[in-house]
């Protein structure tokens, strides 16, 4: 296997020989450059931004050899953004700590300087959401095999950034999600939203296998419980395996959390899904009930989800996957295009947004694969412009 240094070396080589100037700035950020990279696990992050007339097609001609060479060692490909695509997603997602941490390989710092900045709420928001979904690796008995090695992934990746160091090999995803909790619920709790929505009432009745219980919700398969208590020792005492025997005829997975963490996670990073009533309320308490966000917030959430699929994860298919499957990627980021247009459907029956139809349609089926995934691209794009200007009405109002 080759070195992390060799396969830096390699990638920024080639990136600067075929792009020239039209590379505008490369930065190498995350575990790597934080001194908590653990090998086998970790991935190379790498940010490279671009002049708005490179082409993403261009890019994987010279990329997918090195991604073949080096991609067990790089874990994902870089972050290939347009320099004006640049300037909506540090509007969207926080940058900060590439800024101050990450190490610039060639070309300006221009790109990450004067930053806007954020609500300490959002930047907490986006490690809350995350840690919802990782929950789930509290049970893998109760998923597919795939499902819960991407959860336990997951779940190690978080812990690694909130407590800045690797992980032991052998910790449990138990022991790992106590960690995780051991930092967030301090964090949390210095937020000002977290005394207006933290509940540490329980009802008169609740589940004598999990003291402390609150509430049931459901998220599509996922049961999800929110507990008045999150501690690591509150974690760890309970028997998981004894909670999956009871609950794996109800559900195929677990989301564990506190009103606080579930109800910052939705107003400030996930509104949508609380607009469009994602978590039905089954038993308990209803936290969720009286819960408000604003304009401006579902707005930022609907412009990050286009953003993100396409900087990230649609350059990240082409980026790695050969010839033989783009009729994959072309089928599978239309039914995240369609994803888009049926919650805009929904956020305009709302009354939250004005109708929008992109300037052109999707190329024919019958067309080329490059010119479809580059119509698919665009569609994106354009969703992403539309909502980050709605967002930015919203914040004006």
Not at 256 to 281: F, G, M, W
Not at 312 to 317: C, F, G, M, N, S
Request: charged share 20%; glycine share 4%; hydrophobic share 40%.
């Amino acid at each position: 296997m080759s070195s992390p240094e060799a396969a830096i070396e390699a990638t920024i080589t080639q990136f600067s020989r075929h792009l020239g100037s039209q590379l505008e700035a490369a930065y190498l950020f995350g575990s790597f450059v934080q001194g908590y990279y653990q090998p086998g696990e970790s991935d190379i992050n790498m940010l490279m931004i671009v002049e708005d007339s490179v082409d993403i097609f261009d890019i994987r001609t010279f990329y997918l050899p090195l991604w073949d060479r080096f991609g067990d060692v790089l874990g994902r490909p870089p972050l290939v953004v347009s320099a004006s695509a640049f300037e909506r997603y540090k509007r969207l997602v926080p940058m900060q700590t590439v800024a101050q941490n990450g190490r610039l390989l060639t070309g300006s710092t221009a790109p990450l300087q004067n930053l806007p900045q954020f609500d300490p709420h959002e930047v907490a928001a986006r490690d809350l959401t995350e840690a919802l979904t990782a929950s789930n690796a509290l049970m893998p008995m109760i998923m597919t095999p795939e499902k819960a090695a991407q959860r336990h992934v997951q779940l190690r990746r978080l812990a690694r950034r909130l407590w800045q160091a690797p992980i032991p090999e052998g910790e449990t995803a138990v022991q790992t999600y106590a960690r995780v909790q051991q930092k967030l619920g301090p964090q949390i709790a210095r937020l000002p939203a977290a005394r207006l929505y933290n509940n540490r009432n329980v009802p008169p009745v609740t589940a004598p296998f999990l003291p402390g219980l609150q509430t049931l919700y459901r998220k599509a398969d996922n049961i999800v419980m929110v507990l008045a208590n999150l501690s690591p020792q509150d974690i760890t005492r309970t028997n998981w395996t004894q909670m999956a025997d009871r609950l794996a005829a109800e559900c195929g997975g677990l989301i564990l959390t506190t009103a606080a963490q579930l109800s910052i996670s939705l107003v400030y990073d996930i509104p949508i899904e609380l607009k469009t009533r994602a978590y039905q309320y089954n038993w308990g308490m209803d936290h969720l009930a009286k819960l408000h966000t604003s304009r401006r917030q579902i707005m930022r959430h609907a412009a990050t989800t286009p953003t993100h699929i396409a900087l990230d994860e649609l350059p990240h298919a082409l980026l790695t996957l050969h010839d033989d499957q783009l009729h994959t990627i072309i089928h599978d980021f239309q039914n995240k295009l369609l994803n888009i247009q049926l919650t805009h459907e929904l956020l305009h029956r709302f009354g939250d947004t004005e109708k929008f139809t992109p300037p052109e349609p999707l190329p024919d089926r019958n067309l080329p694969s490059r010119k479809r995934i580059t119509g698919i691209i665009n569609h994106l794009h354009w969703w992403s412009e539309f909502y980050t200007d709605q967002m930015r009405q919203a914040a004006q109002e």
